[in-house]
């Protein structure tokens, strides 16, 4: 019996959240309900074929699975694999490129016909698919009698491409089987490479993440064969010698070599390049003659980020220290133009699109160090680390609280993010520090729960949680544990079922901010029951600060300090503010900075919350005479009030849209009163 992808998923997210209903299910993946009934109908079939309980619903409708089904979807050794599960087209067309690239032997239909059990005509579908993808790598398929199908172009992007392959089917189900079965390479190859991998780390006193260590392996068997083939690396321009020679890489390169004849040199500074981009989830040492001033240009990017984004880190160090860990493989990944290319999640989008932006605006120091611009992918791994970093800082350890601990084999910046977003949900808890599954499969911790991304054995209660959780999935997620670990009976709470009731009856203007504010309210209930709970943070828009009362206009201004004072008089005012915040700023610029100076077109004082700040507020001020910057006269003057590190992202990302959009502000410059320009502001604002 067979476990198609449909039917994977759908048991995967049942194992997640148990409470998830059938039409849910389908909005979710797009399925009619009947596509729904029809794949648990063979979940139920593969369940019993494999002897486990057929999934059941109790009165509630949740679902009912047998614990014992995680454990199934955890092994990684199953002789059978290939009996039980049914490769997507998309999976097909990869495991034929693999087994093409990594092959000895010359390659016909018949064999992709035998490996994959499928007919000819299809198979010849996905040849013709394979085509198009390889032609976006400037790649190509050739096929002859004599050498059967051999993929043809720069050796750089085959192994590139290549690599990209093996970490896809590792993801799949069984992912490890059919490694083995089409690339032909053995389980004891496979394990000496492993021993030798665990050597280096040793040497490097590092520690590769699980997804690296499990895939490095074949990476490095299919490049070794692919030497022998002849298929050499020939763009020996595209790597610096003297740059990769000296780093400790290079050196534990030898212990990969050990029983391997002469190398060429291109080929070894190769391999010590696939190393040093390969994440890792911990290093003691790091030597390198230029780290000093990757550090040096980090803080030098936190210092812009702190002063662009009016927050100021706490643990400033520690944060460094772990971007340079971050960094260190990220480095030759961007300098080398390996990075991956992926979809980035939503979520993510939605929760740190603002600092994202911020970020970008930020990086040019890391781009100068590295002598290249660095791609949108790595951005946001910056900006999930910083993100990652503002949530948990300030964060107190209680005693007597339930243990937990998050399993997660992905890289640094990944498995901090996740660990901060459970310890914001779940206060009740205390988190031990993130282990990858070796870790966690060596060590045993004794906790109450476990937060995994993948499936474990552990006799420890686990929940399995997406790598990126949306509002309504953590909603879910903190329903089920309250109700599972502390016995906190809450009924079921559809908040877009609530909105849409609400707004049959009123106008609601800010939908996304109200949703947020009932969920912290009907969360009241479950703190006083367990423990003090934080309630959601709100980011303020632009929209919610302006008002004409906070927004004057003047002619004239006859010095800088006065145009502070006048700016912040609305929130004096107020109360939002005290004077000392207007002295801070007064004192902290003298002139107008550089860094206070958006787009060259909006100057943006501030100071720091704890200088007098009473409550988050906004304040605009236009000068129609200007002042002069950089012989450019600047118009705008904005004093933001900031209460604390976050709420103030998302305002301060519309800012910069406004300040980089030159039609909005001649019309800004046009404005004749206070009414006029929060009009112009509203009218243009980016959420």
Known sequence: MYMDERSLTLLQEVLKNPSISNQRLGEKFHLTRRQVSYSFKKINEWLLDNNYSSIQKNNQGHFLVDPNVTLLLSKKDEADAEKEYLPTEKERVHLLLLMILTSETALSTSHFTSALQF???????????????????????????????????????????????????????HGDNYLRKFTSITKETIQQIYEKIERVEKKLELKFTDEKIFILPYVFASML????????ISSYFQINYNELSDTNEYQAVEILLEGVADLAEEERLYMALQLLTSNVSYQSVLTENQLPR?????????????????IQFKNRMELVEKLSLHMKPAYYRIKYHLTMSFMIPDVIHEEFNALHFLVKESIWPLENFIGETIPDEEIYFITLFIGGHLIKTGEITQHKKPSAIVICP?????????????????????????????????TAPNVDV?????????????????HYMSFEEQQRLRQRVMNEVFHVVTE??????????????????????????????????????????????????????????MTRVVKSVPNWHTAIELTAAPLLEAGFIDQTYVNAMKS?????????????????????????????GLSILKVEDGLIFNGKKIHLLVVLAPVDKKKHLTAMFQLLTIASNQQVIDKLKNATSGTSICQIFKENLTK
């Open 119 to 173: 007919s000819k005509a299809t198979i010849m579908r996905d040849i013709k698919m394979l085509q198009q993808l390889l032609k976006k790598e400037d790649l190509e398929i050739l096929y002859t009698r004599q050498n059967g199908y051999q993929v043809i172009g720069d050796e750089w992007q085959i192994r590139r491409k290549m690599m990209e392959l093996i970490a896809e089917v590792h993801q799949m189900f």
């Open 225 to 232: 064969r692919r030497i022998e083939m002849g298929k050499g």
């Open 588 to 616: 902290l610029y003298p002139e107008i900075a550089p860094y206070i100076v958006l787009k060259g077109n909006i100057l943006l004082p501030h100071a720091r919350p704890e200088d007098g700040v009473n409550k988050f």
């Open 410 to 442: 992905n890289g640094v910046s990944i498995s901090k993010l996740i660990e901060s977003q459970l310890a914001k949900l779940f206060p009740e808890f205390h988190f031990w520090q993130t282990m990858s599954i070796r870790e966690f499969e060596k």
């Open 492 to 549: 079921s709470l559809d908040l877009e079922q609530l909105l849409a009731r609400i707004e049959q009856h009123v106008e609601v203007t800010d939908r996304s901010n109200l949703k947020k504010e009932l969920y912290g309210f009907f969360q009241e209930k479950d703190r006083n029951k367990v423990t003090d709970f934080q309630k959601e943070e709100i980011e303020y828009c632009l929209e919610d600060l302006m008002s004409s009362n």
């Open 450 to 466: 476990v937060f995994s991304v993948t499936p474990v054995e552990t006799t420890c209660k686990l929940y399995i949680m997406s």
């Open 294 to 310: 990757l550090n040096r240009a980090l803080d030098a990017m936190l210092t812009i980020l702190e002063e662009k984004a009016l």
